[in-house]
């Protein structure tokens, strides 16, 4: 194997087979001079070889250093100083002023009306009434008419006598006199012939409820509560129940008036309080 191809190997190898693509120094040529003498050549060409093959790994030695930093290096960044565009002139825009608005016409005044011309009649002459002449007068003669036979007037039917019917007048009776107004006296003004005591509610008892109950009553003549209304709540609906339920049970003396029994409305109240 010749010394050419033992460098190749070892060159392709140790890079990886990579091979320069930068120019190696051309090795110009050299004229060789036969000599005589065989051993001066062979020794000649022996040492062209070495230096050639020297100079073609120092070659690719210088080649594969550089390839690398070739190869690693970053592209190259382009810049390029461009000037920022001029700032645009704000302008300021302004409103444009409201047009004042024109004054309403001042109203004309209204021309006074000329006056009329009052129209004065003239005075008509009289003229003096001319005198009338008498008309010559005229005597008609009035002819009596003959004397007509007087018919006599055709005999009355005799009037028959009809009966006449009285008709019932239905008496009037006087007119029954207004029921008087109930008058309204006090509580005070009744006595109580039983006094009915209201039971206190148990859940009102529980829940604290106190209250007093305006019971308006209208007692007969006979002292009975005809009716019982609420004139005023305590509040709760129980309380006014108990109070109502005891008012019914009570019994008042007759209210006498002129020593006569009558109708009275009172006001009665009736209290719940719970005491400790």
């Known amino acids: 194997m010749s010394i050419d191809t033992q460098f190749a190997r070892l060159s392709k190898a140790h890079y990886g087979g990579q091979v320069s693509q930068q120019p190696t120094r051309s090795l110009k040529p050299t004229r060789v001079f036969r000599v005589q003498d065989n051993s001066d050549f062979s020794g000649k060409a022996l040492a062209g070889t070495v230096v050639m093959h020297i100079a073609?790994?120092?070659?690719?030695?210088?080649?594969?250093?550089?390839?690398?930093?070739?190869?690693?290096?970053a592209p190259p960044i382009m810049v390029s100083i461009v000037k920022s565009p001029e700032p645009i002139p704000e302008v300021a825009i302004t409103e444009p002023e409201p047009e004042p608005t024109p004054k309403p016409p001042e109203p004309k005044p209204k021309p006074k009306p000329k006056p009329k011309p009052k129209v004065v009649d003239?005075?008509?002459?009289?003229?003096?009434?001319?005198?009338?002449?008498?008309?010559?007068?005229?005597?008609?003669?009035?002819?009596?008419?003959?004397?007509?036979?007087?018919?006599?007037?055709?005999?009355q039917a005799p009037v028959q006598d009809t009966p006449v019917v009285a008709e019932r007048v239905e008496e009037v009776k006087p007119p029954e006199p207004k029921?008087?107004?109930?008058?309204?006296?006090?509580?005070?003004?009744?006595?109580?012939?039983?006094?009915?005591?209201?039971?206190?509610?148990?859940?009102?008892?529980r829940l604290g409820e106190q209250g007093i109950v305006m019971l308006r009553m209208l007692i007969s003549e006979t002292g009975v509560p005809e009716t019982i209304q609420i004139e005023k709540s305590s509040g709760s609906e129980r309380l006014d129940k108990a109070a109502m339920e005891a008012a019914k049970k009570s019994r008042f003396n007759p209210y006498k008036r002129d020593n006569k029994p009558?109708?009275?409305s009172v006001i009665a109240p009736v209290r719940f309080t719970i005491s400790d």
């Open 56 to 73: 073609v790994f120092a070659a690719l030695i210088v080649a594969s250093t550089r390839e690398p930093l070739q190869e690693n290096a």
């Open 122 to 155: 003239k005075p008509v002459p009289i003229e003096a009434p001319q005198p009338v002449e008498p008309e010559p007068e005229v005597q008609e003669e009035i002819s009596e008419p003959p004397p007509q036979e007087m018919k006599q007037a055709p005999a």
């Open 179 to 205: 029921e008087q107004a109930i008058p309204e006296i006090p509580i005070s003004g009744v006595s109580y012939l039983h006094q009915e005591i209201p039971v206190y509610p148990a859940m009102s008892r």
């Open 262 to 264: 009558m109708k009275v």
